[in-house]
């Protein structure tokens, strides 16, 4: 179904929680830049509760997840927009808000124009990482590529993308479970990405490809950060640290409701 963006309704924001843990400054301008865009907005920090139900814990998913439904309902948001692929996938079985893909909704209204072609003179060519839950999401694979040739970086297709892209490795908590087999996925997937940087749109598949030795960049460090050059190399993986994790959240919260609130 074509996306339509009705600017009468309230639009709701959930970046998910690996975002969150990884880069709060990319969420912070990303919800400053919706909240522009978007009459009636609100942002909702919460989990999808995703892995509960990918560990069997189906009873306590559909707890979480009412409450999440309880939350989005209360402040009265009619669409929700989804940074998360699996948040997304979750929310397309589960919720009775109408959900859209950041990555849908950002060529409909457009970067912010100063970032327009920022990258023209980058010398860097990514190659891209679908994640395994956007497989048959056509519109949201063309808008990562959209947004890669509205900033001017060049970009090749591996082998296996889009509908044939294989998993990062940590699809459906199998790192937490069998760290071992999550390791091997790991790596068959670096492996089939040709040596390219890689870009990603879900913050839980770039700390896989980092882990399996290979360079990766966030969409959102693309929009939001400096110029990414061939020989530069991507920020630590994070998502490693429960330290990091867990300040980086607070991070998130606290510049979102400074922002909101001026």
Same mark, same amino acid.
């Given at each position: 179904m074509?996306t339509?963006i009705?600017? %009468?309704?309230?639009y709701g924001? /959930?970046p998910g929680c690996s975002?969150?843990?990884y %880069?709060p !400054?990319?969420?912070i301008k990303t919800?400053a830049?919706l %909240?522009?865009?978007?009459p009636?907005?609100?942002?909702? #920090?919460?989990?999808c509760g995703?892995?509960t139900?990918?560990v069997g814990?189906y009873? #306590?998913?559909k !707890?979480r997840?009412?409450?999440?439904?309880?939350? /989005? @309902?209360d402040?009265n948001?009619q669409e929700m927009i989804l940074?998360c &692929?699996t948040?997304?996938?979750?929310?397309d079985g @589960?919720s009775?808000?109408?959900?859209?893909?950041?990555?849908?909704?950002? &060529?409909?209204?457009? =970067? &912010?124009?100063?970032?327009?072609g920022?990258?023209k003179?980058s010398?860097?060519?990514f190659?891209?990482h679908?994640?395994?839950t956007?497989r048959?999401?056509t519109a949201?694979?063309?808008? =990562?590529r959209? =947004?890669l040739?509205?900033?001017?970086?060049?970009?090749v297709?591996s082998g296996?993308s889009?509908?044939?892209?294989?998993?990062?490795?940590?699809g459906?908590?199998?790192?937490p479970? %069998?760290?071992?087999?999550?390791?091997k996925? /790991?790596?068959?997937?670096v492996?089939?990405?040709e040596n390219? *940087?890689?870009?990603v749109y879900c913050?839980?598949c770039r700390s896989s490809?980092?882990?399996?030795g290979?360079?990766?960049?966030?969409?959102?460090d693309l929009?939001?950060g *400096?110029?990414?050059?061939?020989d530069? @190399? $991507?920020? $630590?993986?994070?998502l490693?640290? &429960?330290?990091h994790?867990?300040?980086n959240r607070?991070?998130?919260?606290?510049?979102?409701?400074?922002q909101l609130?001026g």
């Amino acid at each position: 179904m074509e996306t339509v963006i009705d600017k %009468n309704k309230h639009y709701g924001f /959930m970046p998910g929680c690996s975002l969150s843990s990884y %880069n709060p !400054e990319a969420v912070i301008k990303t919800t400053a830049y919706l %909240n522009s865009v978007f009459p009636e907005f609100s942002t909702v #920090l919460k989990c999808c509760g995703r892995p509960t139900k990918s560990v069997g814990q189906y009873d #306590l998913f559909k !707890e979480r997840f009412a409450d999440l439904q309880k939350d /989005m @309902e209360d402040v009265n948001i009619q669409e929700m927009i989804l940074a998360c &692929p699996t948040c997304k996938a979750t929310f397309d079985g @589960e919720s009775r808000t109408k959900s859209h893909s950041l990555w849908e909704i950002l &060529p409909l209204i457009g =970067i &912010p124009s100063e970032l327009r072609g920022k990258a023209k003179g980058s010398d860097m060519v990514f190659t891209v990482h679908d994640s395994c839950t956007t497989r048959n999401e056509t519109a949201l694979q063309d808008g =990562i590529r959209w =947004i890669l040739t509205e900033l001017g970086y060049k970009y090749v297709e591996s082998g296996y993308s889009k509908g044939k892209t294989r998993c990062c490795g940590f699809g459906g908590m199998v790192d937490p479970v %069998n760290p071992e087999v999550a390791k091997k996925v /790991m790596q068959r997937r670096v492996e089939t990405l040709e040596n390219y *940087p890689v870009v990603v749109y879900c913050a839980t598949c770039r700390s896989s490809i980092l882990q399996a030795g290979a360079r990766s960049w966030h969409i959102l460090d693309l929009i939001w950060g *400096p110029v990414v050059y061939a020989d530069d @190399e $991507p920020t $630590p993986d994070v998502l490693e640290s &429960p330290d990091h994790v867990w300040h980086n959240r607070y991070e998130t919260k606290h510049g979102i409701l400074k922002q909101l609130n001026g």
